[in-house]
């Protein structure tokens, strides 16, 4: 139940019993005033009688009046009550229908002087009272009701709107601001400020970590090019070449971290066009120099960037073949490929929170950085695709890319589709996650 239910049920809830619990109390107070006043009454009369009997005048009544000796429709409990010698008044249903009953012992004579008064009267003013008292409590009900809903869909609507944006912080956008969109002194409203607070720290804090990293690849990229060309003047023997692939792997890396501080500053635009997936794909798996089994369910037209589909599959299958087991498996049905191997499958951090740069399931740090599937599902952002990573119920990783599709070519005679297919880029060397 959303939080608007609960208020409106709640405050429904307490608008009923409190309506209910003042209408009874209304109910009974008119009801005891009414038969105190008809008892009065009754005593009254039977005074007047008894006064005037005692005096040998005649019995006389009118209206709702009736005093009558040894009336035998009196009510057993008053006629007992009486012939006790004492006097009394009862409420009771009679032939001609309720009424107010006072009764009296005669004095000497053993005889019981009762007078009865009409209750009906009284009993429809009760009646239309309690009409009454329903349609105010339905009203106010109804009010109480329809302001608890406003409240509560004003509250629901502000925290609502809160979580949107703290969801679209959470999903990279930390230049968001609740404050902007929550009005309101009120708690949700401090809800929001601190939100807002906690997100400005967290983008000064990116910013920075994203300076560090671009300014360190950066400066790294000078005495780097130093070093190359110094290990390639360096004479020919097992040393210079392990010193050579150590300074080339020292590139590499250097190069990835400067790829990755520009995906995460999205600055990067893609040059998408339509490309025919399944050149594509042969070329980059010619590109990678891996056994890969290619199975084609359905070739389409894709709209992508080649360069960035290179890079992306070119690290998923060399990902695949570095930390998973044979055969590494390339499925492609119309605009979605599927990579899939034979090994432990990812692991469980992997699948939970996704790539993470520097953190990869080898403990010897040696066979990769944790930089490839962090590069992947950046070109993947950048050219509008998605990337999913699974694993197999049967055993291995599976990693899922979804292309955008291409527009049809009749509708669009500018369309490129692809025909220079060139290796103009090869994919990332070090693609470990």
Do not use: C, K
Request: no cysteine; proline share 5%; aromatic share 2%.
């Amino acid at each position: 139940m959303t939080l608007r239910r609960q208020i409106a049920t709640a405050v429904a809830a307490i608008s009923v019993l409190v309506a209910v619990a003042v209408g009874l109390l209304v109910h009974q107070a008119m009801v005891r005033q009414h038969v105190d006043q008809a008892r009065d009454s009754a005593v009254t009369a039977l005074d007047a009688a008894l006064g005037s009997y005692e005096r040998n005048e005649e019995l006389t009544g009118g209206g709702r009046r009736h005093a009558v000796l040894d009336d035998p429709e009196l009510p057993a409990r008053l006629r007992a009550l009486a012939a006790g010698g004492r006097r009394g008044s009862l409420l009771a249903q009679g032939p001609e229908g309720e009424s107010v009953w006072a009764a009296a012992p005669v004095r000497g004579r053993g005889e019981v002087l009762s007078v009865r008064i009409g209750f009906a009267q009284d009993r429809q003013a009760i009646a239309d009272l309690d009409r009454i008292i329903l349609l105010a409590v339905v009203a106010s009900v109804f009010i109480t009701v329809l302001a608890g809903v406003l409240v509560a869909d004003r509250i629901s609507r502000r925290l609502r709107t809160a979580a949107t944006a703290a969801r679209a912080i959470a999903a990279g956008g930390t230049d968001t601001r609740i404050g902007e969109l929550v009005d309101g002194r009120d708690e949700v409203a401090d809800l929001a400020a601190a939100v807002d607070l906690m997100s400005r720290e967290l983008h000064r804090r990116l910013e920075d970590e994203q300076r560090f990293t671009a300014d360190v690849a950066h400066e790294l990229r000078t005495p780097l090019t130093g070093l190359v060309t110094a290990a390639e003047l360096l004479p020919p023997g097992r040393p210079t070449q392990l010193v050579q692939n150590r300074v080339q792997a020292l590139r590499a890396l250097v190069e990835d971290l400067l790829e990755v501080s520009r995906l995460d500053a999205d600055v990067e635009l893609p040059d998408l066009s339509a490309v025919p997936l399944e050149r594509a794909v042969r070329r980059t798996v010619a590109l990678t120099g891996l056994e890969v089994e290619v199975e084609m369910a359905a070739d389409a037209s894709v709209r992508t960037d080649l360069r960035r589909l290179d890079r992306i599959l070119g690290n998923l299958l060399l990902n695949a073949d570095r930390h998973g087991g044979g055969p590494i498996l390339l499925h492609v049905d119309g605009h979605r490929l599927t990579v899939r191997d034979h090994g432990p499958g990812f692991p469980a951090e992997l699948l939970r929170d996704g790539p993470q740069r520097f953190r990869t399931s080898v403990r010897e740090r040696g066979r990769g950085h944790g930089l490839g599937l962090t590069i992947a599902q950046g070109h993947t952002r950048v050219i509008g695709a998605a990337l999913t990573f699974t694993n197999h119920p049967t055993g291995g990783a599976v990693a899922t890319l979804l292309l955008p599709e291409a527009p049809d070519p009749a509708a669009d005679p500018a369309a490129d589709l692809g025909a220079d297919l060139a290796p103009d880029l090869a994919p990332d060397e070090d693609p470990s996650p």
